[in-house]
Each structure stands twice: as C-alpha cells, then as structure tokens.
C-alpha cells in the first residue's frame, strides 16, 4: 500500500405555504431549521455547504493515480495522461487532476481545496436508490429512515457563542433531499425559468395575508426577501446560459453563495446535482464527464467568489453515492462501483493535499475484482469536518449524527 497522507484519528414544519410560491421568480418552500451563527470570537464566521453528485461519479477520470502502472492500462481511452493535447492537471507526483477542473487545481495549490481518493461509505452493493439513501441518511443500512445527517447535526449544533437561537438555514432544489428532513425546519430556495411576478401582485398578496392570515404574511415577507437576495445581479447572466450544464451548475451556487454571503442569511447548506451516471460515451481529459466537472469547477468558484470575505471560514464538500467500475464497459462507460473520490474546498480547509492510503490497481487489489477499493469511510472525514469546523462532540457524532459509527473516528486535520 502506498500511505500518501497519514492524518491521525482517522417533524418538519411549514413555513411558507403553496400560495407563496406563486409570487416569486424561484420555487420557495420550507424544510427543516437550520440555527444561524453568531460571530464567534476572533471575528469567525463558519459556513458548510455539501454538494451531492448523483448518479455516481468515475473517481479514476476525476482524480488519476498517473503513478500507478495498473492505472492507462487497467481505465483504457478514459484515461487521464500526464501528456498530450489535455495533459492531466498536476497535482502531487502520484495523482492528477481532470484538465476540466483548472479552477480547483489553483485552490489546491493555495492549499484551499483538497482531495480524498479511495473513499466510500458503509455502502457495498450498486443500486442508486440505496446508495444514495446511505449517502443522504448516514446510517448503515438503507431504508426505513425519515431523516438526513445534516438536518440531524443542525440540531446537534452546540449552543452558546458560535449558534444564534433564531432558526435560519437553506437547501437548495425543488423537493426536500434525505440529506436534509428532520426534526428541524428551514427555508429552501430553487431557481425556476419563470418570469418573476410583478412587485404590485406582491404587495397585494402580503395586504390580503395581513388582514386574514398575518402568520403567513409573515412567512410570505420572508421568502420575498430570500428571492431580493438572490436576484439582485442574476439577471446579468447571459441568457444562453439556459439550457448549458456548465451555467446551470453554476447559476445554482451563485444564488445558493448569495444567500449564504447576506448578513442575516443562513450558514449552512446542500445543493445536488444530477446526470453523473456515466454507462456511455463517458469520455476522460474531454466528453460528458469533463463536462460535467468542468460544472463543478465553476459552481465551487461562484461559492468562493459570491462569499467573498466568507469564504475564509467556509467549508464545500461534494460527495456521492458510489463510484465506477475500474475497467470500462462496452459503450466506452462506467458502469457502477465502489471507491470513489471526495472533494473539499475553502478558505478554513487544510488543503493542498490527496489524502488516500492507495489500495493499487492490480486485479487483486481490486475490490471484487472491478472497483476501486475504498480505504477510507466517507463518514469519518464529514465526521472530522463537522466536529473542528463546526463543534460537534464525538459522541453527538457517532450516535445521533451517524449512528453505529463509533469505530469510525473523525478524520484530525482537515480543518485550519
């Protein structure tokens, strides 16, 4: 095994009813509450964002182990190379990264962005739907569950000097994820390709609801504010931005990042992205995947341009469910596997490093012969990250948080 990086240790309650969705330009709805941060001392601020990429993503064409010989041979034409017309993106000697994704590559130069490879949940088997509910629920198994482990760490969150008691937070789409139900409300936000309504139809909305229904007037009066914030320079973009993956990913996180930026806005959020289930047609340095990633690299680039002084204390980790099969398919794809990559990014993150106690590539390194093997668990490095950046106890995290994972201890070190 090569050891590239050792770190020790290693009910929901409506707020804004269906009537109030019909007045803004975006999908308003109210999910679970999510507490506010008060400054803490020394001026801190912390802000953690999970970005979920569903459908499972080629951990290999995202991050290549270049210095593993298994490696060209073993991932075909998906292949990432340290030459050619779109040379993989350097990163540590061993590992490289997809050319798609400049804008991480300078992060992690600077050390703000870092990567976790051979990672998986508890998860073992290949179904999206499972998959995703481990992912999402933070329990072993799935089925059966009501709950994220998000909602279930903002309400874990330490009260005192670093949590306000007023009830503010955000999910960004237009349903409630897994990741996000529980016992605990907040308020969402989905872009919509609507024409806003009129300010005058709005005005005469929150006079009809003050007269006969002043709890939701109230509610409405909110999520009005929450589309101002929003808005306000939205409608610069290029209207060819419609309809482009690349735009639309990162459209999502300007509005998601514009909201986390406002004063009085929340501090923690989730946002999912789809379309990664790459059987087909995958393509490496260039194609649908690179696409995609190139996505990616824009959205977390509108995080930490829209934060701004923020960012310092902002951390973004984007997960997903599983990955792909080690060898390619017969349709120039992936089909579904196991060890994968996580990414994380921000200005409070230890980076500049792959973190990953390399399985190899070799067909009996191989996870049942086809995958990637994970050798780190997906739940001790949120664990590391909830607990140093956000103050969550062990034992909040290991029962309540992710339950039956108190032999997974928190990854030490990824926090500044």
């Not at 995958?282 to 649908?288: I, Q």
Request: proline content about 6%.
């Amino acid at each position: 095994m090569k050891k590239l990086s050792s770190l020790s240790g290693v009910c929901e309650r409506p707020q804004v009813s269906r009537r109030a969705l019909l007045v803004s330009g975006g999908a308003l709805f109210s999910w679970a509450y999510m507490p506010k941060f008060a400054h803490a001392a020394g001026g801190r601020d912390p802000r953690f964002v999970t970005i979920i990429l569903r459908g499972a993503l080629d951990g290999l064409s995202a991050v290549a182990p270049l210095g593993d010989p298994e490696y060209e041979k073993l991932h075909g034409v998906l292949a990432l190379s340290r030459s050619g017309d779109h040379p993989a993106l350097p990163l540590d000697g061993f590992f490289g990264l997809n050319p798609s994704m400049p804008i991480f590559a300078k992060m992690f130069a600077d050390k703000q962005a870092a990567i976790v490879h051979a990672v998986a949940t508890g998860y073992r088997e290949r179904s999206h739907f499972d998959g995703q509910d481990v992912l999402e629920s933070g329990y072993p198994k799935a089925g059966n569950v009501d709950s994220g482990w998000l909602n279930r760490a903002i309400a874990s969150l330490p009260r005192g000097e670093r949590v306000a008691a007023s009830p503010n937070g955000l999910g960004i789409g237009p349903v409630t994820p897994l990741i996000l139900r529980g016992a605990a409300p907040v308020t969402g936000w989905a872009p919509s390709t609507l024409p806003p309504a009129g300010g005058d139809l709005a005005e005469r909305l929150l006079e009809l609801y003050g007269q006969r229904d002043p709890a939701l007037q109230q509610a409405l009066s909110h999520g009005l504010g929450i589309e101002k914030i929003v808005a306000r320079d939205m409608a610069a973009t290029p209207a060819g931005g419609r309809g482009n993956v690349a735009e639309t990913m990162r459209q999502t996180a300007r509005g998601a990042a514009k909201l986390l930026a406002a004063e009085d806005g929340p501090r923690i959020g989730a946002l999912a992205y789809d379309g990664w289930d790459t059987h087909a047609n995958e393509g490496g340095a260039t194609g649908r995947l690179a696409q995609l990633l190139g996505g990616l690299d824009g959205a977390i680039d509108e995080f930490r341009q829209t934060l701004g002084a923020n960012w310092k204390d902002t951390i973004i980790a984007v997960v997903t469910e599983f990955g792909r099969t080690a060898r390619i398919n017969g349709t120039i794809g992936t089909d579904h596997g196991t060890g994968t990559v996580a990414f994380l990014a921000g200005g409070a993150l230890n980076g500049g490093r792959v973190i990953a106690d390399w399985p190899g590539l070799q067909d009996a390194q191989l996870y049942e012969n086809r995958d990637l093997r994970p050798t780190t668990d997906l739940r001790s490095v949120l664990k590391g990250l909830l607990a140093d950046h956000l103050g969550l106890s062990g034992a909040v995290l290991a029962e309540k948080v992710f339950p039956e994972t108190g032999h997974l201890q928190p990854l030490k070190g990824l926090v500044v």
